[in-house]
């Protein structure tokens, strides 16, 4: 590739999911000259796998106190919804929002200790009990007799929110599918990306390479030879029902641990149809179980959890394994906070993951200050135009496992 044209800009983004989308929207509202580079379809893999929660951490304190992660990401859910009505970047009035609020409820034996956190000051006005007249309609049914709670949560529908972001900054998204990329280190130390695509050879030379691709960072930290920081995957193994149940549900339901049992999102499908993508405790203790085995349990925990509730005998059913790629934390345990961090040895590439859909807005300000600390500021310019194809957007789960 000695012949290759070196092109300058200020960011590369490697990853297409929401963490490097609000990434880009972020540096360029802030200046930077920068472009983002996706090898497969935007929000692909662990983005449009996510049950599109923004939450404030409610579900991480049922324990009875609030921990670090619930008051890590307190203010999300307000955060997000000023971004939701254009009163804050990125603007995402274009994102659909599939419910204003999450639903809290309780099995029997859970109902008592429910009762009791709800009552601790750490979570009051953060969440609320919900009076019959003002329930959704699923739990207006006469077989729940049970109380119900809303939380400051809210859910969206991925695929809208992955549009919203990409729209405004099409020009500058670009697709590695089908291109042979290499590193290399420039004069400086620094890592130059090469790449080559048909007749096409190009060399990138950014102040910064942002690696937010989830799962494939671990790749991308074995192609640099970098020793840190080092990724840990945490698998969970979602069951999708559809069906024509015409009444949708996000909500936790309670058990006896200090997590949800049952964590439950709908999402709309063609047909007058809907899926119910069924997650929390079910999700993680299906790991590793034949995926029969878990669609009977989360048949006999529906049939539990929500007895009234007749999903039909034409439901579909299905499983999707999906890791959470995080930065490693001792004994695996879930991150309180997004993550970014200088690559060890790698000179100018910086590691990031958000860990969580709603943390986003926090990972892009641990980018903004992680630059800033190393000096790397807007120099301008405008963001070179590359001879790549533009990647398309990923299909959701249940569309892989159902058709439209």
Not at 43 to 62: D, E, F, P, V
Not at 226 to 244: E, G, S, T, Y
Not at 293 to 307: G, K, N, Q, V
Request: glycine share 10%.
């Amino acid at each position: 590739m000695a012949q290759a044209r070196t092109l300058h800009c200020d960011i590369v983004i490697l990853g297409g999911g929401v963490a490097g989308l609000w990434l880009l929207d972020d540096l360029r509202r802030r200046g930077y000259s920068a472009l983002l580079l996706e090898a497969r379809a935007l929000g692909g893999m662990q983005t449009l796998a996510s049950q599109g929660m923004i939450h404030g951490g409610i579900k991480y304190s049922l324990a009875g106190a609030l921990s670090g992660a619930s008051e890590a990401i307190a203010g999300m859910p307000a955060h997000w919804r000023r971004c939701l009505t254009g009163e804050a970047a990125p603007d995402l009035r274009a994102a659909r929002v599939l419910s204003e609020h999450f639903y809290l409820w309780s099995g029997r034996a859970a109902g008592s200790r429910l009762t009791a956190f709800l009552a601790s000051k750490a979570v009051r006005g953060r969440v609320e009990r919900v009076a019959p007249a003002e329930r959704p309609p699923l739990f207006r049914e006469p077989g729940f007799r049970g109380q119900l709670y809303r939380l400051v949560d809210l859910v969206l529908d991925v695929p809208s929110l992955v549009a919203a972001l990409a729209a405004p900054w099409r020009e500058a998204i670009f697709s590695l599918a089908g291109a042979a990329r290499a590193w290399e280190r420039g004069s400086s130390g620094d890592l130059v990306l090469e790449l080559a695509a048909g007749d096409t050879q190009l060399r990138l030379a950014p102040a910064a390479f942002v690696c937010a691709a989830g799962a494939g960072n671990q790749a991308l930290l074995a192609e640099l030879g970098a020793a840190a920081p080092v990724m840990q995957r945490r698998p969970l193994q979602q069951v999708m029902v559809r069906h024509r149940y015409p009444h949708p549900l996000h909500g936790h339901c309670l058990g006896r641990e200090t997590t949800p049992r049952l964590t439950i999102s709908s999402h709309p499908c063609g047909h007058g149809e809907q899926v119910w993508y069924l997650g929390g405790g079910l999700a993680e203790e299906g790991v590793g179980m034949a995926r029969e085995a878990l669609i009977e349990r989360a048949r006999r925990e529906l049939a539990e959890l929500l007895p009234w509730v007749a999903l039909g005998e034409d439901a579909r059913w299905a499983t999707l394994t999906i890791d959470r790629a995080e930065p490693r934390q001792r004994g695996l345990v879930r991150p309180d906070q997004a993550f970014a961090e200088w690559a060890e040895c790698a000179g100018n590439a910086l590691i990031a993951w958000p860990t969580k859909l709603t943390l986003c807005p926090n990972l892009a300000q641990q980018v903004a200050e992680r630059l800033a600390a190393r000096g790397i500021a807007p120099r301008g310019g405008e963001v070179p135009v590359l001879p790549l194809d533009r990647p398309p957007l990923a299909p959701t789960p249940w569309q892989e496992a159902f058709g439209d």
